[in-house]
């Protein structure tokens, strides 16, 4: 399976949009972003995780990032309520599920094959700061290494953006809404721009908080990684 395969081209997923897909397991449910490859698969997905349900016990060969966008993910390393930032590194094994439900952004086979540091961050304990050269912008580091920097942002109504990244950059609406290339961006929108595309955006009235990945796609893979 291949979607939004092509790491050359921008691409946009307005997921609000999409209807739910059911995975292999009963009770969780997903909305695909990127793809390449099929269960075992570079992905980026938003999954949804009915009350109760859960998946069998698994390894992460390529590693898992996600957000936890409501309700609380669990596992057997603890509870992640909505704000949770997680990084289960390559190797790294769990039994992921929901007792009352809740809904992930999630990212597979996209760490550092040498990656063993697990991370987890609560973001809403984070105090936002100003971006110096980006007037409007507030923003804080959920983590950063030699491949890429994770961080969410906050953008004050009406702020035009104009930022030029270093290996590309992936934009998932949180809240709000903001204008790029001709489309209105609003909460479960999706936006990857290619290495060396500049980002030219502007804030809804409302503002908008997004979840930003920076300079990964210097590392895209170009195919499925091996079961």
């Known amino acids: 399976m291949q979607i939004n395969a092509d790491f050359s081209r921008r691409a946009v997923v307005h997921a609000a949009d999409l209807e739910w897909v059911a995975s292999p397991m009963a009770g969780v449910e997903r909305k695909m972003l990127d793809r390449i490859g099929d269960e075992v ?41 909505a704000g949770s930032y997680v990084r289960n590194p390559p190797q790294s094994r769990h039994t992921p ?37 980006r007037p409007g912008v507030l923003a804080a580091e959920l983590f950063s290494d030699a491949r890429e920097t994770v961080r969410l942002e906050r953008w004050a109504p009406g702020t035009r953006i104009a930022h030029a990244p270093v290996g590309g950059l992936e ?8 204008e790029e290339g001709g489309e209105t961006f609003r909460p479960q929108s999706w936006l990857r721009l290619p290495v060396d595309a500049a980002l030219e955006a502007v804030a809804g009235p409302e503002g908008c908080r997004l979840w930003v990945k920076e300079g990964h796609l210097r590392f895209a893979e170009a195919a499925p990684p091996a079961a």
């Open 41 to 81: 698969a570079r992905a980026t997905s938003i999954v949804r995780y009915a009350s109760a349900s859960h998946f069998a016990p698994h390894t992460h060969g390529g590693g898992e990032e996600f957000l936890v966008l409501d309700g609380v993910f669990q596992d057997e390393h603890g509870d992640f309520p």
């Open 97 to 133: 599920g929901s007792a009352d439900g809740c809904t992930i952004l999630v990212k597979l086979w996209q760490f550092d094959a040498l990656d063993r540091t697990p991370v987890t961050v609560d973001s809403r304990a984070l105090d936002l700061s100003a971006v110096v050269d």
């Open 171 to 178: 934009l998932f609406c949180l809240d709000g809404s903001f």
